[in-house]
């Protein structure tokens, strides 16, 4: 692998390992904030729908108080007004107050009228028996004139076997809020699927609401929302995020006696986190932009200061080492570290110049020794080929160096009186001394060994 790919790597892997720090960063930081932010417009939200239950609710009481404080109401419960139902309860009245029931009782807590109206028939029938019972064995709704405080109301979500109630009573009193309290007049308002679409279209709020008990066909979220709910009574709100998409928001509604009665449920888009998500992606892609801007420059830098230099330097040794000139010069550009280096391998040139031609020198005194002195010089391969034959007593043995170069020698040696014994000891490393007499002459034969090759052998 090249420097310059190892360089572009280099700068890759910082540059992804710099954007993933940023994702990292960006997703504990930026993305946490916008979550923050989402599950607080859901909690928000709870708190919308369950203000518009309180404030329905308070509606429904200071509605009830004008009839409640009224001389006509009050003349009915004392039985000085027969005809009061008659001019005054019609399906038209449960209609335009929206009432699903509606109960006068006695300064003795027993029911003195009762009715409930059936919006599907348009009739008014008698009052359902679940919520008659639960108003008559509820004392917190009757009022008598001795009541501590006969002007104060009660007000609350009841839940019956047919589903909740909004329920409201005050005590009956004169236009004038004279006295003494003579009974309770009571409304119901049945929280049905009717009113449910009525509070959603009134908050604009995705709204729905669960018993707390009794319910055995929960979805899995509310299911899981009201485990939760119930582990932590302190805790009234939960909130589960559904899908990449969706998050939804729950929160405890407790009845009129302060039990748990409903769960409000409100779902909503995840706009919040979406758009934190796609500011997320914009700034990471910024970041990256700006990454590949800088690492192109930085490339582009490296390659002018750096990399096609060492290129052009390393191109140039390259090419006086295939020529073997050691004259030849790299070219210096610079005074920086790679100026430094091509000067040092021109010092290096000039002294490898200076011994190449101390070595010829020697060569050619050596040559001239050789030549003229009474010796022969040999050379053997470590296949045993005569590569090197010279000397001036080459002619006193009538020897040919032409004809004999390039021969096996163990052919020619016995003629020279060269024992393969110490040929062979020579070709193993092991440097050895002969005399031999051939013929009137003496020979004095050194066998030396070449330095070995990468595998031990002789050369």
Not at 36 to 53: G, I, P, S
Not at 116 to 137: K, W
Not at 432 to 445: N, P, V
């Amino acid at each position: 692998m090249t420097l310059r790919q190892k360089t572009l790597l280099t700068v890759a892997f910082i540059m992804i390992l710099t954007l993933g720090v940023f994702f990292v960063a960006s997703q504990q930081i930026l993305l946490a904030d916008y979550q923050e932010l989402e599950e607080q417009a859901v909690r928000d939200n709870l708190d919308r729908a369950e203000n518009a239950l309180v404030n329905e609710l308070d509606r429904m009481s200071t509605t009830l108080g004008d009839w409640s404080y009224w001389t006509d109401s009050y003349e009915f419960v004392v039985g000085e007004f027969p005809d009061f139902v008659e001019e005054n309860i019609a399906p038209s009245t449960y209609e335009s107050l929206q009432l699903s029931a509606m109960l006068y009782l006695d300064e003795a807590a027993e029911v003195y009228y009762a009715s409930s109206y059936n919006p599907d028939t348009g009739e008014i029938t008698p009052v359902n028996p679940s919520l008659e019972r639960y108003v008559l064995a509820n004392k917190a709704l009757h009022y008598s004139s001795a009541s501590p405080d006969p002007e104060a109301d009660v007000h609350g979500i009841v839940m019956m076997p047919e589903g909740p109630y909004f329920l409201a009573s005050r005590g009956v009193l004169r236009s004038d809020q004279s006295g003494p309290v003579v009974g309770s007049h009571l409304w119901a308002r049945h929280l049905n699927a009717d009113r449910i679409a009525t509070l959603a279209e009134q908050t604009r709020l995705d709204l729905s609401f669960y018993r707390w008990e009794g319910d055995s066909n929960l979805p899995d979220d509310v299911a899981e929302a009201r485990a939760g709910l119930a582990g932590e009574r302190s805790a009234r709100s939960a909130l589960t995020v559904l899908d990449g998409e969706r998050i939804a928001g729950y929160r405890l509604v407790n009845d009129l006696d302060g039990n748990p009665a409903l769960i409000l449920r409100v779902e909503q888009p995840r706009a919040i986190y979406q758009r934190g998500q796609d500011t997320l992606n914009s700034f990471l892609i910024f970041i990256g932009v700006i990454g590949l801007a800088v690492s192109g420059g930085l490339l582009l830098a490296l390659n002018q200061t750096v990399l096609s230099r060492l290129s052009q330097l390393t191109a140039e040794v390259q090419r006086i080492g295939q020529q073997r000139d050691p004259s030849a010069r790299v070219t210096v550009r610079g005074q920086d570290e790679i100026g430094q280096l091509a000067q040092g391998l021109n010092a290096s040139f000039g002294a490898l110049e200076s011994a190449q031609q101390e070595l010829q020198v020697s060569q050619a005194r050596l040559q001239s020794v050789i030549t003229r002195a009474p010796v022969i010089l040999l050379a053997v391969d470590a296949q045993g080929i005569l590569r090197l034959l010279e000397g001036q007593a080459l002619e006193t043995f009538g020897l040919q160096a032409e004809r004999l170069l390039n021969q096996p020698f163990l052919e020619i040696a016995p003629n020279w009186g060269i024992q393969p014994t110490a040929y062979q000891q020579a070709l193993a490393g092991q440097a050895t001394h002969a005399s031999e007499q051939i013929g009137e002459r003496h020979m004095e034969i050194w066998y030396s060994p070449l330095p070995p090759d990468d595998r031990g052998n002789a050369a």
